[in-house]
Nanobody
Framework: QVHLVESGGGSAQAGGSLNLSCTASGNIHSSTCMAWFRQAPGKEREAVATIDSDGEVTYADFVEGRFTISKDKNKNTLYLQMSSLRPEDTAMYYC???????????????????WGQGTQVTVSS
């Protein structure tokens, strides 16, 4: 069983930066996708970025080059470096993954059965 724990959230001014981490433990599949999602109050959960087992990444359109997803296989850790933050980036950020082999990383939350508890990001103007 895989367990995910996010950290690194907090408050930032618009234009600032935050770095999120997601540490995975358990039977992590080596050929699967990992992803960051976010959910703002009253809104649906949306994908921010995904990364596959080969390191290929996909970003949501709203990222516009401001965020970078990466992972360290040795540390079983997923990262999200966020810069040029905007007030509209305020949300709970979640990491997600699967426990089986996955070769196509989808940008929909239903494709990911394993989730962390989330970390809050608040950006003020």
């Amino acid at each position: 069983q895989v367990h995910l724990v996010e950290s690194g959230g907090g408050s930032a001014q618009a234009g600032g930066s935050l770095n999120l981490s997601c540490t995975a433990s358990g039977n992590i599949h080596s050929s699967t996708c990992m992803a960051w999602f976010r959910q703002a109050p009253g809104k649906e959960r949306e994908a921010v970025a995904t990364i596959d087992s080969d390191g290929e990444v996909t970003y949501a359109d709203f990222v516009e080059g401001r965020f970078t997803i990466s992972k360290d296989k040795n540390k079983n850790t997923l990262y999200l470096q966020m810069s040029s933050l905007r007030p509209e980036d305020t949300a709970m950020y979640y990491c997600a993954t699967d426990s089986v082999e996955v070769w196509v990383c989808y940008m929909t939350p239903d494709e990911y059965p394993i989730w962390g508890q989330g970390t809050q990001v608040t950006v003020s103007s």
